[in-house]
């Protein structure tokens, strides 16, 4: 079946300027992620959604940082005023629940560069 | 709070040799584990992942891992390396909110 896909694979921007960013999660998956994957810090959580309750925001580097889920599907990642140290890969993973013991299924990223 | 160590960021074997990536947690509640790996412009793939039960867990691709508690470990091994292994891989404690937290990767080469 298909798996969590996300849009632009690349994309390229200049400082300043917004970007957005799209996943779309495995069908039926109540859980989306989204995480970022720089050279210098790893592998980092920014945010998640489960079903309708309030996303848990606790990883957003800064207000510049935003994202939402239209209908239960779709997520869009929303920076705002790029800056350099944005460029990074940006990974979508969705689970069918946020149980503590649920496999995340990633996308592929999508690979920002901001110049 | 959870947080994971990988020791060694570059790991090279010959291919046929055993693969031994080192994975150590913390944890304040108990440890569900995960490695992923991730191949060159892809994303991440599950290989296994510790719940509960057997401590000993077997994924795909002939890797395993082994849950020990006593030395707060879950290390990847495989008995032989073949050259598609070549890929970083991302060990991984679930917070009990659900998010992952990684280590920082282990990019395996294996050498013909």
Request: some cysteine.
């Amino acid at each position: 079946g298909a798996g969590v896909s996300q849009s632009p694979s690349n994309k390229v921007t200049e400082k300043g300027k917004d970007v957005e960013l799209r996943c779309d999660p495995i069908s039926g998956h109540t859980a989306l992620y989204w995480y970022r994957q720089s050279l210098g810090q790893g592998l980092e959580f920014l945010i998640y959604f489960q079903g309708n309750s309030a996303p848990d925001k606790s990883g957003l580097p800064s207000d510049r940082f935003s994202a939402e889920r239209t209908g239960g599907s779709v997520s869009t990642l929303t920076i705002q005023r790029t800056q350099q140290e944005d460029s990074a890969v940006y990974l979508c993973a969705s689970s069918s629940w946020a149980g503590r013991t649920d496999t995340q299924y990633f996308g592929p990223g999508t690979r920002l560069t901001v110049l | 709070a959870q947080s994971v160590t990988q020791l060694g960021s570059h790991v090279s074997v010959s291919e046929g040799a055993l693969v031994l990536l080192r994975c150590n947690y913390s944890s304040s509640v108990p440890p569900y584990l995960f490695w992923y790996v991730q191949y060159p412009n892809q994303g991440l793939q599950l290989l296994l992942k510790y719940t509960t039960g057997a401590t000993l867990v077997k994924g795909i691709n002939g890797f395993e891992a082994e849950f020990k508690k006593s030395e707060t470990s879950f290390h990847l091994t495989k008995p032989s390396a073949h050259m598609s292994d070549a890929a970083e891989y991302f060990c991984a404690v679930n917070s009990n909110t659900g998010k992952l937290i990684f280590g920082q990767g282990t990019t395996l080469q294996v050498k013909p």
